[in-house]
């Protein structure tokens, strides 16, 4: 692992002094206690979004949309059969009845579902609604313009893109592109390790939340960003719970520190983690907004994590600065709160994120627009 030259020069500051074993360790003991970095001064802000793949929609479940998917005809691209039926001009049978079936040619088309309607053909008959005849077809029921078939267009229109950059692929896009025809899409994936070194608690709950955004668990030398086992030392960041984290490098990878302790991981991820993993995707992070039911109280000096659970219509504050294992089972959502904000009365208008975290997808960043 490099030194913290390297973590200067690309990362603007790293509180990590790494040694060659990956550990993040101790630095020596001082008289005087070190400045807490903040976050503005860790995050880095030259960080670029890993290369694209072209993959399959069979293969881009999870991963992140490079770019955006139009679709320059719309679908279906022609009026196709939603059913299996006979292909019919609707005027042929005004007034067809049991007692009065209505004559069509012989040579009138049965489609199958999805086949492309012939020109003339306006609605798709029911096979039960036909018998053979010695001058052709006998038609017993009436029909409406568009009964039974897809018009051209009539699913998507045209120009109206499938996936948003920096959008995932969830399973509704992955069916909506197999069903479209899709044959490729440009993807980005973004892969994390945990090191085996952390608490059980606190890889499963990150491992879980990391599969959620379609992050993949890899192999240290392989992974964008590594989470690693650190000891608890003297703070290093003014976030709370966080302090004792640092962000370093290791050549191309981003390495963040962990102690062993479930409050600090969980204000790590959130203020962190998660930025970081949204940048390497060229995704953005779901916030929403909501009203306190309650008023949040926080400290000048330290970006201070607030958790939050829906009551009603307001979002209730349930602990600022740090997170039990009651509140962490209770919470729903997440705000932070800068470091010269003394919190925010009850009744203010903040802005929350899911716990955990989660990416705007393509619905919403359409609404944003």
Known sequence: MRGLRDCRSILRVSSAQPATSGRFRPKSGGMNAPRLLSLAEILPTNLAPVPAAEVSPLEALGAMAAEDVPLSQGWPPMAVAREP?????????????AYEPALLPASTPLLKAGDALPDGADAILPQSAVAPSPLGLEAFSTLRPGEGLRRARQDWPVGRALLRAGSPVGPVEQA????????SIRVRRVSMSLDPAL?????????????????????????????????????????????????????????????????????????????????????????????????????????????LRCEGEGWLPLETGDVTLATLAEAEAVTLLPAGSEGQPAGADILLSPLGGAFMTSRDRSSTR
């Open 85 to 97: 039926g006979y292909a019919v001009r609707t005027r042929m049978l005004i007034g067809a009845t």
């Open 176 to 183: 909506l592109l197999l069903a479209m025809r899709v044959p």
């Open 199 to 307: 608490p059980g608690e606190v890889r499963t709950l990150l491992a879980r939340w990391a599969d959620a955004l379609g992050v993949i668990l890899a192999d240290p030398r392989e992974a964008h960003l590594r989470l690693e086992a650190c000891a608890f030392i003297e703070p290093r960041l003014a976030l709370r719970p966080g302090r004792f984290g640092a962000l370093g490098r290791d050549g191309e990878a981003l390495v963040l520190a962990i102690p062993p302790d479930l409050a600090e991981a969980t204000g790590l991820w959130h203020a962190v983690a998660l930025p970081l993993l949204a940048t390497l995707s060229g995704a953005s992070l779901m916030s929403f907004e909501g009203k306190l039911a309650g008023k949040i109280v926080s400290g000048i000096g330290f970006s201070e994590l607030a958790f």
